[in-house]
């Protein structure tokens, strides 16, 4: 066995709805739907997203995050009433037991009757701070790597609160997701592993493609406008 199966806490949708204080809109709010989800090629049903130019797509169809997380966000943040149930973060799968070290990429799962592969981390941006109310809550789910994981879906199918994730095959045995984070997101890193990672090919496209410019121009992309709260 390569993971013990985990039992799905939630399973989330969103609008798109305003952000606090008029700065744009996100569905980013994300709250529990009972009864059975059709998962199909770009996500859930009833579930969006306001900027497709970041957020959305084959590769971003579908996010998971860790409820393990959310003692250490309530230490940060007590009285964000966002955190007393899943949803916080913008995930569509919420589950007790499953973090970004026991997480690899390109693991396929089996998530109710759908197969979904995962496919990269999350790069926190500055919604997060709109939808806390704190500045810096992006940067630090950054410099933590809880970030949380994206799946492309390999099978459609419908899952529901109660349904187990099975991963059924690890393509990738040496690339846990935290290696991958590391990668991204410690700017001590280096070069070894930026092009070690553009080698992955259950990685998504789009995160080699930033190994790969890494490795051209022999620096870190700026992340200032993606980590600030406008």
């Given at each position: 066995?390569?993971?013990?199966?985990?039992?799905?806490?939630?399973?989330?949708?969103?609008?798109?709805?305003?952000?606090?204080?008029?700065?744009?809109?996100?569905?980013?709010?994300?709250?529990?739907?009972?009864?059975?989800?059709?998962?199909?090629?770009?996500?859930?049903?009833?579930?969006?997203?306001?900027?497709?130019?970041?957020?959305?797509?084959?590769?971003?169809?579908?996010?998971?995050?860790?409820?393990?997380?959310?003692?250490?966000?309530?230490?940060?943040?007590?009285?964000?009433?966002?955190?007393?149930?899943?949803?916080?973060?913008?995930?569509?799968?919420?589950?007790?037991?499953?973090?970004?070290?026991?997480?690899?990429?390109?693991?396929?799962?089996?998530?109710?009757?759908?197969?979904?592969?995962?496919?990269?981390?999350?790069?926190?941006?500055?919604?997060?701070?709109?939808?806390?109310?704190?500045?810096?809550?992006?940067?630090?789910?950054?410099?933590?790597?809880c970030t949380g994981w994206y799946y492309r879906v390999l099978e459609p199918g419908v899952v529901s609160a109660g349904d187990v994730l099975d991963v059924i095959e690890r393509p990738e045995p040496t690339w846990p997701l935290a290696r991958v984070l590391r990668a991204l997101f410690d700017r001590s890193a280096g070069a070894d592993e930026w092009e070690?990672?553009?080698?992955?090919?259950?990685?998504?496209?789009?995160?080699?493609?930033?190994?790969?410019?890494?490795?051209?121009?022999?620096?870190?992309?700026?992340?200032?406008?993606?980590?600030?709260?406008?």
């Amino acid at each position: 066995m390569i993971a013990a199966p985990t039992r799905i806490d939630a399973v989330l949708v969103g609008r798109v709805a305003p952000l606090p204080g008029g700065r744009g809109t996100s569905g980013i709010a994300k709250s529990p739907v009972s009864g059975p989800v059709r998962i199909g090629a770009t996500g859930l049903t009833g579930d969006e997203q306001a900027d497709l130019r970041h957020h959305g797509g084959p590769d971003k169809a579908v996010h998971h995050y860790a409820r393990d997380h959310y003692p250490t966000w309530r230490e940060w943040l007590p009285d964000a009433a966002a955190l007393q149930q899943p949803g916080a973060f913008g995930e569509n799968i919420s589950t007790h037991g499953l973090t970004e070290h026991d997480v690899h990429v390109g693991d396929i799962v089996r998530v109710g009757t759908a197969v979904l592969q995962v496919s990269q981390g999350r790069q926190p941006c500055w919604k997060l701070d709109a939808r806390l109310d704190r500045r810096g809550t992006a940067r630090r789910m950054q410099e933590l790597r809880c970030t949380g994981w994206y799946y492309r879906v390999l099978e459609p199918g419908v899952v529901s609160a109660g349904d187990v994730l099975d991963v059924i095959e690890r393509p990738e045995p040496t690339w846990p997701l935290a290696r991958v984070l590391r990668a991204l997101f410690d700017r001590s890193a280096g070069a070894d592993e930026w092009e070690a990672a553009t080698a992955v090919p259950t990685l998504s496209e789009n995160w080699r493609t930033t190994f790969a410019k890494r490795l051209t121009h022999g620096r870190v992309e700026d992340w200032s406008s993606r980590l600030r709260d406008r």
